[in-house]
């Protein structure tokens, strides 16, 4: 601890006694410092012992005194030191009174002690002070290392909650806390998601105070990492600001958590290569040698039903400066979700895409959907709408295993692009082959072909010589049958029978073909909403 006037009060060699305010000596004593000026407080930082002989006081006068002490006090002197035997042979009853009233320790210095003993034994007591918390804080550096080498992260941040006498908690990349100490902890650091978040959109190093007297904590945040977006992040909680020896303490978590933390980059980007590579043998239908290469790492992966996710940058969207990149953030939320989940997942970064095997009904999976959720919601909020930010489209496969990888790919790629087309962030395929063909219907190229199919039949029946359209539609709802399509007209079968022969001679094609009736039945549901 610093030097308080306590200390200084018990000390043998220095003969203090205390003439005001006996109840606040416990405050620390951050210098001592003579001053015989009659208003010392623009020279004063706070924290002081002031010395003084009342040169040029008038120490006997009560409101002068008065002034002075509330002067010093407002100040952040924290006592006030006499020498009696100089200008007084005695402490003046006006300023011991000004002292009891404010209160402002006082202290008697005897003849017999001078101040440079005194300014000594302050300079002393904080020498020593911090070479306990210099002292502390390298035996606090060698147990951190040694619980990070025996029990990794977690056993880091248990140290490191006792060093500081609070909590400690680990966020992964996604703003998750994947390990936290004690435990109750991690539901205190689960409320703080959101500063998270804010801390990781500015470049690292960063860190951030959350909190205060009117909390139950204060929290301090650092980022984690060398790179432009931070891979992690550490939280330390404590009643008050840390010392000296628990700074040095905190600082020697933040070392190590990235040490640690750039070590898995390193492994990660090595993962990486790998995955591409099982990820190429897979495509190019080799997965024999895909489950070889793939070893211990991802085997699991694919011994069991997997879904494979494609996402892409639209062309020609911006990144805002906060809006960061969001193929690794995607990258960064699945890995995170699968980690936490204990399971693996493949994932393969190519420009401006991404492919990620991830293990049908896991965490990945689900993190992806509700990741495509949220961002679809933010996208489409009245907040956002303008926004100049990049773009997002996912395409996800249908479930499937090693040998129809290329299919899934394929699959993946399809839903990606139906995705685009429509404004979507993530479409399933699954959706795809369980809806209708009918929305599919509503692209530009299919229109024209439409358009350009039925416009002499439109043309036709706009001279008013005949409704060939309407016949035509209730010929094909109706499979051909001539009796029931009349009905639906309200005409003769015969005329129904002339009509589908001026369709043809108008079309020049027959309608015996099922291709052409396909054709044209598909052109009628596209055009249906345009005439």
Known sequence: MPPTLASLVHHSALKLTVRAGADHLDVPVRWAHVSELADPVPYMEGGELLLITALKLDAEDPEAMRRYVRRLAGAGVVGLGFAVGVNYEEIPKALVDACADEPLPLLEVPRRTPFLAISKAVSAAIAADQYRAVTAGFAAQRE????????????????????????????????????????????????????????????????????????????????????????????????????????????????????????????????????????????????????????????????????????????????????????????ETLEAAAARSGEAVLVVPEGERLVVLAADGGAAVAACVAWATELEAART?????????????????????????AAAYKQAEQSLSVARRRGRVLVEHERLAAGSVLPLLADDAVKAFADGLLRPLYEHDATGRGDLVASLRAWLSRHGQWDAAAADLGVHRHTLRYRMRRVEEILGRSLDDPDVRMELWLALKTTSTDQ
């Open 144 to 331: 951190l290392t040694k619980q990070a080498l025996i029990s990794g992260p977690e056993g880091l941040l248990t140290a490191l909650a006792a060093q500081v006498d609070g909590w400690a908690a680990l966020y992964d990349a996604s703003g998750t806390v994947v390990a936290a100490a004690p435990d109750w902890a991690g539901r205190r650091a689960a409320r703080l998601t959101g500063e998270v978040e804010r801390l990781r959109e500015r470049p690292a190093p960063a860190s951030s105070v959350v909190g205060g007297p009117e909390h139950e904590d204060r929290v301090e945040l650092h980022s984690l990492g060398t790179g432009r977006r931070p891979r992690a992040a550490l939280a330390v909680g404590t009643a008050a600001a840390p010392g000296t020896a628990e700074r040095y303490a905190v600082h020697s978590a933040i070392a190590l958590l990235t040490l640690t933390t750039e070590r898995s980059r390193s492994l990660h980007a090595a993962e990486q290569r790998i995955g591409t590579a099982v990820l190429r043998m897979l495509l190019a239908g080799e997965p024999d040698h895909a489950r070889a290469v793939a070893g211990d790492l991802y085997g699991g992966l694919l011994d069991a039903p997997f879904r494979m996710i494609v996402a892409e940058s639209v062309p020609g969207a911006r990144a805002t400066a906060t809006g960061g990149d969001r193929l690794g953030t995607l990258a």
């Open 381 to 405: 909020s009245p907040e956002r709408a303008g926004a100049d930010e990049d773009e997002l489209v996912v395409g996800l496969s249908a479930p499937t295993g090693p040998i129809a990888a």
